[in-house]
Nanobody, 120 residues
């Protein structure tokens, strides 16, 4: 019943910006850590950024200073603001969250992914 849905992906020029959103819905009682990962065709999936319930953030070295993760607990939503985008950022971006679901307990949930393409 719990679902994560990403939005905001698309085509953007190098140096441009994009904001991804991921909203959780369903029988949610509480959400702990939320995060974003990405996977390019010839690369392994990598963790891009994460944010705890208390607001502590963690970033991959490749995106530090360019990406910002944030969350709106009232909306059960996590965001990823991406700036100074490079071609190397092209990938499918997935959000995930540790969620306590009513009737099911704690579980790790993932979104379906959204494509981000950086190209001129």
């Amino acid at each position: 019943q719990v679902q994560l849905v990403e939005s905001g992906g698309g085509l953007v020029q190098p140096g441009g910006s994009l904001r991804l959103s991921c909203a959780a819905s369903g029988s949610i009682f509480s959400i702990n850590t939320m995060g974003w990962s990405r996977q390019a065709p010839r690369k392994s999936r990598e963790l891009v950024a994460s944010i705890t319930g208390g607001g502590s953030t963690n970033y991959a070295d490749s995106v530090k200073g360019r990406f910002t993760i944030s969350r709106d607990n009232a909306k059960n939503t996590v965001y990823l603001e991406m700036s100074s985008l490079k071609a190397e950022d092209t990938a499918v971006y997935y959000c995930n969250a540790d969620i306590f679901s009513l009737g099911r307990g704690w579980g790790d949930y993932w979104g379906q992914g959204t494509q981000v393409t950086v190209s001129s």
